[in-house]
């Protein structure tokens, strides 16, 4: 395999055995990280596919230190414990792990858990880039409508024909129609 995988083992739980699982699964280009403050740095030059988290309790520190690498390069994040409670589970994924496995890590499941990770992933970033969509449409409408009355006010027109209006300008520029619409409510917000 030639994906690249980021490492971050605590000291406190630092240990060759994820090493071993990881190359006897087929991946050979790990590197490791012992402080969750060089993650960004780490992912800043190193072209990772995904991270994999080794830690004994994962700390704020770590988890703002993950969100701050996805944030700035998505990527699934499997993360392994040896100790957990409700609170920490919650803070673990709103700081955007894929997959959070208790009591350490088997051999046989290791390979799953990324595949799992992976899946879990990349239905997130769809989910995501859809409310983008939608908060994007929305916008654009709350634009549009807002353009609508000002030029319903300009023409003492109704809504239907200041559509038109604004719709024919957009054509006739070969623009979006949220395009003119902003130009619109700008060049209105500048003469105020």
Same mark, same amino acid.
């Given at each position: 395999?030639?994906?690249? &995988?980021?490492?971050?083992? #605590?000291?406190?739980? #630092? ?5 071993? &699982? ?26 990772? /596919? ?31 414990? #040896? ?7 919650? /803070? ?9 496995? &208790? ?15 992976? &899946? ?14 939608? *908060? ?27 559509? *038109? ?13 949220? /395009?003119?619409? *902003?130009?619109?409510? /700008? ?6």
């Amino acid at each position: 395999m030639s994906e690249k &995988v980021l490492l971050v083992q #605590e000291k406190e739980n #630092e240990s060759k055995d994820l090493l071993y &699982v990881l190359s006897s699964i087929g991946y050979d280009d790990v590197r490791v990280v012992e402080s969750s403050h060089d993650i960004v740095r780490h992912a800043k030059d190193y072209d990772m /596919d995904f991270m994999l988290v080794d830690v004994y309790r994962p700390g704020p520190d770590l988890l703002n230190m993950i969100a701050e690498t996805i944030q700035k390069r998505p990527v699934p994040v499997i993360m392994f414990v #040896e100790e957990s409670s409700d609170d920490i589970i919650t /803070d673990v994924i709103k700081s955007g792990v894929s997959a959070y496995v &208790v009591d350490g890590y088997q051999r046989n499941r290791v390979r799953g858990v990324i595949s799992l990770a992976r &899946v879990r992933f990349e239905e997130n970033q769809r989910l995501l880039g859809e409310l983008e969509e939608a *908060k994007s449409a929305l916008n654009g409408r709350k634009l549009i409508d807002r353009a609508k009355g000002i030029v319903m006010k300009q023409k003492a027109c109704d809504e239907e024909t200041a559509y *038109k209006l604004i719709r024919k300008m957009a054509m006739d520029k070969n623009v979006r129609i949220t /395009d003119v619409a *902003k130009q619109l409510i /700008d060049l209105v917000d500048l003469m105020q």
